[in-house]
């Protein structure tokens, strides 16, 4: 044993590997793949951060709902006076949890929530007139047969295997965005106020 060659365990590779899933066998198709569903993609993330901000406005509903069931009296210490609005804020935070964590899932594209997202959007339909079409809108994003291709651990190896490819957002959905962050903040002010 003493004359024979032994390996270098710490020797590099004499062959680089590519760090890309075996799957993926044509970089230039996972391209042209990903182009494909770069904006469903988009749009189911931007779905994610419309769950998020609408943790914002529930986490403002519970604040409300405990300082309702508080009563200032005059130049006291508040006093509590209704404990059902304890259990209705639990609800709400609960709610608020959920969909933070709906919201973190399709941000990330985790194909789990998906059908929590489809519920949430399902109850969602009940905000007549404005949320229903927002939700009808997010129900036809997750369930078309690309929102279901993104979420899954196929589309997962491909945009391992292209992260140079990133969706540019269009100027004019800034504007929304902007807007509608204008619109969350007036209301929040007139709420308060």
Known sequence: MMGQFQENPFAAPEVAEALVDPAIEDLAQAEEIRRQHIRREASIRGIGSLFYLSVLGWVLI??????????????????????????????????????????????????SVRLWAVALSVLGLFNIPIGTVISIY????????????????????????????????????????????????????????
């Open 62 to 111: 519970a604040i409300f709902s405990i300082w309702s069931g508080f009563q200032l009296p005059k130049g006291g210490q508040p006093v509590l006076l209704r404990l059902e609005n304890f259990g209705v804020t639990g609800l709400i935070v609960l709610f608020a949890i959920v969909q933070g964590w709906v919201g973190h899932g399709l941000r990330t594209l985790n194909g």
């Open 138 to 193: 997010f129900i036809y994003i997750l369930v078309s047969a690309k929102g279901r291709f993104v979420m899954t651990p196929e589309y997962a190896a491909i945009r391992a295997a292209t992260p140079h490819i990133r969706y540019k957002t269009p100027i004019w959905l800034w504007g929304v965005l902007g807007l509608l962050v204008l619109l969350l903040l007036l209301l929040v002010v007139n709420v308060f106020l």
